[in-house]
């Protein structure tokens, strides 16, 4: 199957119509930065932190409300996702945070011809 990726049974794709165009990916080396008095401030690795990933596109015509109210239920569930990319490499399992929506050129019936989204997800530690 053509896709991007697949968050759970979410399908990322340009034949979908569901496709991202930029992908954010932020990893947290673990420092922190102590202060100290008459010194310069030391700095200590106290364990990584999760990581964090934005995925952004935009969906045209008007199926994008349909599209991410499939993402909110997942988000709903309350359990964390499995991410594969459409290369077959797994990432894991990650929690979606926030599944933020834009609509544009709204017609008469609230529907957005233009759906621009962004999801936030953090990795899932156990």
Do not use: C
Request: glycine share 14%.
């Amino acid at each position: 199957m053509n896709q991007q990726a697949a968050l759970g049974d979410f399908i990322f794709s340009i034949h979908k119509g569901t496709a991202f165009d930029s992908w954010l990916r932020t990893s947290d080396g673990g420092y922190v930065t102590i202060e100290r008095a008459g010194r310069f401030p030391a700095s200590q690795q106290v364990g990584r932190g999760l990581d964090a990933l934005t995925v952004a596109g935009e969906i045209i015509g008007l199926e994008g409300g349909d599209a991410l109210n499939a993402l909110r239920a997942l988000q709903a569930s309350g359990r964390p996702q499995s991410l594969v990319m459409g290369s077959g490499e797994v990432l894991g399992e990650w929690k979606i945070m926030r599944v933020i929506e834009r609509r544009s050129r709204v017609l008469d019936d609230g529907e957005g011809m233009v759906t621009e989204f962004t999801v936030e997800l953090e990795a899932y530690a156990s």
